[in-house]
């Protein structure tokens, strides 16, 4: 038999600890707990459900700092799925609201925010501006929750790379692991280790960061590190092996289409199972058996919610 607090120490596990693919989940009770339900079910690549979560925050007797949160992780999700365009809107609308916000609250709020947009500004390539942007949220960080400097990393490298700056990114990337071990987030610890493996270019960690998301069931999370695998060029073109991949990325796509996880102009998932059954090698993963992670530089990157 379930209770509100018990609920509520499920759904900040899933959200920001250790049972991140926690499913079905318990109904939030309150505005905090329908963020972390929110968080969790993104992380789980569940996209439509996370997205009715936070279209519910966004009512006027929400508290304002909740609002930003929830603004910042509609715009995440977006990013996730290649809607850099689509997320700066909202990015920018829960800075705006950020700046009346005192206190942790204000400081965790404005961080997303800022690293939002600096995500956002490396979809078309805006370097400078990302750097300008991580430079301003840099100095709220020691005021804001732990997980913002973990995030602030992870952005920071991502820009680092996107400057063709490996040494900077995998500096960037090892301080973000640190960080996310010290605070218990499994889904934290597990993207900072697949932007330790994009920042190394080690094919090795990507696949041990897409076994424990599988593992896990963190779908997005898998996808990544699938595509930084066929980024990598770790198996030799044309192989089994790259077949593999190229298997799972397209059955994933798929499966996170149909949860949500769609743009204005994206293929339908039939046109994806379509694709699917004209390219799977025979006898592969079957569609059921397969869990996955994040788009591809084309789709949107290896970004992952908070």
């Not at 490396?122 to 991580?134: D, K, M, S």
Request: glycine share 14%; hydrophobic share 40%; charged share 20%.
């Amino acid at each position: 038999m379930t209770t509100p607090a018990r609920d509520r120490e499920v759904l900040r596990a899933a959200a920001l600890g250790g049972e991140p693919g926690w499913h079905p989940l318990p109904p939030a009770h309150d505005d905090e707990g329908r963020w972390w339900r929110a968080v969790a079910l993104g992380g789980q690549g569940r996209y439509a459900a996370a997205a009715a979560e936070l279209e519910r925050l966004g009512a006027p007797t929400t508290a304002v700092g909740l609002r930003s949160l929830a603004l910042s992780t509609r715009g995440s999700h977006l990013r996730q799925l290649g809607g850099h365009l689509l997320a700066r809107r909202f990015d920018g609308r829960a800075l705006a609201l950020a700046g009346g916000v005192p206190g942790r609250a204000g400081a965790t709020a404005r961080s997303d925010a800022l690293v939002g947009l600096a995500a956002d500004a490396l979809g078309p390539g805006r370097v400078t501006l990302a750097r300008r942007l991580l430079a301003q949220a840099a100095q709220g960080l020691a005021g804001a929750d732990e997980r913002c400097a973990v995030r602030w990393h992870w952005v920071a490298a991502e820009t680092a790379l996107c400057g063709d700056e490996r040494d900077e990114a995998a500096a960037h990337a090892g301080t973000a692991l640190r960080l996310a071990a010290s605070t218990g987030s499994v889904r934290h610890e597990l993207k900072s280790a697949l932007v330790v493996a994009a920042a190394t270019g080690s094919g090795e960690a990507a696949h041990r960061v897409r076994t424990a998301a599988a593992q896990h069931d963190l779908l997005p999370l898998r996808w990544a590190a699938t595509m930084l695998l066929l980024a990598l060029d770790g198996p030799r073109s044309g192989s089994p092996a790259e077949g593999g991949l190229r298997h799972e990325n397209t059955v994933s796509h798929a499966i996170l289409t149909l949860r949500g996880g769609g743009l204005p102009g994206a293929p339908t998932p039939r046109d994806l199972v379509r694709s699917w059954s004209t390219t799977a090698p025979t006898g592969r993963v079957p569609p059921a058996r397969v869990r996955a992670g994040s788009p591809d530089r084309g789709q949107g990157g290896v970004e992952v919610v908070r």
